[in-house]
């Protein structure tokens, strides 16, 4: 798997898998996490 950059998307062998910062944001709210404290 590899992310690229800026488009933030994670691919395999040409096929997108995943988008990095959207698909990221749905586990933690899945996990019941909140926003990132500073």
């Known amino acids: 798997m ?3 950059m800026p488009d933030n998307r994670y691919w395999s062998m ?3 898998v995943g988008r ?3 698909d990221g944001k749905a586990l933690r709210q899945k996990a019941g996490g909140g926003e990132a404290q500073e």
């Open 14 to 16: 040409g096929d997108v």
């Open 2 to 4: 590899l992310l690229t």
């Open 20 to 22: 990095a910062w959207h």
